[in-house]
């Protein structure tokens, strides 16, 4: 079956941590041992091309993660000291996803026509077809003004979630408490006019509301979980999954273990020792599907290797293609085929065949 995986920071593991994509996980692991290399997530990564293919994974919204350096966080996610240097990164990273589409290994879908022929290309061919590519920048630090929005448009993004970790120059994210910064509300307005659409992913409870007040678009949560499951602000509020649905969200469940179930000690915890296996990841699509009362708003948004790699993932997860045990898993909740086809691919199929442009 078809899956979509509504968050992979494939070119950030791609530029930033050199890892080469076109290579089994395997091979990826095992170079990332051989030269030594050492931190979080080294030598344990989930993610590749040939692994998206095995696990049918054929669409996935790939981001742009280019951040500005703050203050007391972590240096392999921020930074960048100048919004001119985030600009151009994310720049490289997009081209690191037009060098591939040029290599046709990714189809970079920027409309609703090109979404629907993608979708009918690989059902027809899963094994040769390209990799479908939705654009995404994930904390808008590379967003040097608003008025820059349509060009960042232009260049193909269809995608903006405002903050990530801490602040960015428009919101508070993650991690921090307060509302926008003063060019937070044109930065909205641009999107909405250009047709960006926004993501609340990482939005601070304050700024979350403040950005649905401000923004009439199309509006979807990537990769987010579920607060009443897993105690932290990253998480979304009933009261929050209940206003994504009114708004006709979707909202990705995200497999990073520590979102998965309480009691996650970063950097100690093992996936094991608080039974965070796959299966957990059904307990936040159901969540949503029973304050929604259907399972037309549940979905998957992974961030597989978005910082960790198996040591931060459920401990039955080896490779992203194991997605595809979920259809098993979701059929013993009770879930039938129709919805369990929506939560893989059709719900963000049907989001996005209205939120792209139409020509
Ligand atoms: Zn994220």
């Known amino acids: 079956m078809l899956i979509f995986d509504a968050h992979l920071d494939l070119a950030w593991n791609a530029l930033d941590w050199n890892r080469n994509l076109l290579r089994p996980v395997s091979e990826i692991r095992k170079r990332e041992i051989e030269l ?22 054929g669409l996935f919204i790939a981001t742009l993660l280019a951040r500005l350096l703050r203050p007391g966080l972590t240096p392999a996610l921020q930074r960048y ?7 151009a990164a994310a720049h490289g990273q997009m081209a ?19 979404l629907d022929a993608h979708v009918r290309a690989w059902n027809a061919n899963p094994q040769h077809e390209p ?8 904390g808008a630090d590379p967003v040097l003004s608003p008025e820059q929005v349509e060009e960042w448009f232009q260049a193909g993004l269809r995608i903006i979630g405002p903050a990530h970790y801490g602040v960015s120059p428009y919101a508070h994210g993650t991690g921090t408490e307060g509302g926008l910064f003063p060019l937070g509300p044109a930065l909205l307005q641009e ?22 007040d401000i923004y009439g678009g199309p509006v979807l949560a990537s990769h987010h979980n579920c607060r009443a499951l897993v105690p932290h602000q990253r998480q979304l509020t009933d009261e929050q999954i209940k206003r994504l ?10 497999l990073d273990a520590w979102m998965l179930a309480p009691g996650w000690v970063r950097g100690q915890t093992r996936p094991e020792e608080v039974g965070v296996k796959l299966e957990t990841m ?29 040591e931060q993932s459920p401990y039955d997860l080896d490779t992203i293609a194991d997605l595809q045990r979920l259809p098993e898993l979701l059929r013993r909740r009770g879930y039938d085929d129709e919805a369990i086809a929506g939560i893989l691919h059709g719900n963000w199929l049907r989001f996005f065949r209205q939120a792209l442009p139409q020509n």
Not at 81 to 87: F, I, L
Not at 99 to 111: C, H, N, S, Y
Not at 131 to 138: K, R, V
Not at 191 to 212: N, P, W
Request: hydrophobic fraction near 40%; glycine fraction near 14%; aromatic fraction near 6%.
């Open 245 to 254: 649905i009114q708004r006709d969200a979707v909202i990705g469940t995200a």
């Open 36 to 57: 030594g290399l050492i931190g979080k997530g080294r030598g344990e990564g989930t993610v590749s091309f040939p692994e998206l293919r095995r696990g049918g994974v």
């Open 191 to 212: 999107m909405q006019r250009v047709g960006m659409i926004l993501d609340v992913t990482h939005l601070s409870d304050q700024c979350f509301d403040e950005a649905l």
């Open 96 to 114: 690191y996803y037009r060098a591939l589409e040029q290599k046709g290994v990714l189809r970079w879908i920027k409309d609703a026509a090109s």
């Open 81 to 87: 000291e100048h919004m001119e240097a985030a600009y």
């Open 131 to 138: 990799l479908g590519l939705l654009l995404s920048m994930e």
């Open 282 to 310: 059904v307990n936040h699509i159901d969540h949503v599907c029973q304050l929604a009362g259907n399972a037309r708003h549940a979905a998957i948004g992974t961030d597989l290797d978005g910082g960790f790699g198996r």
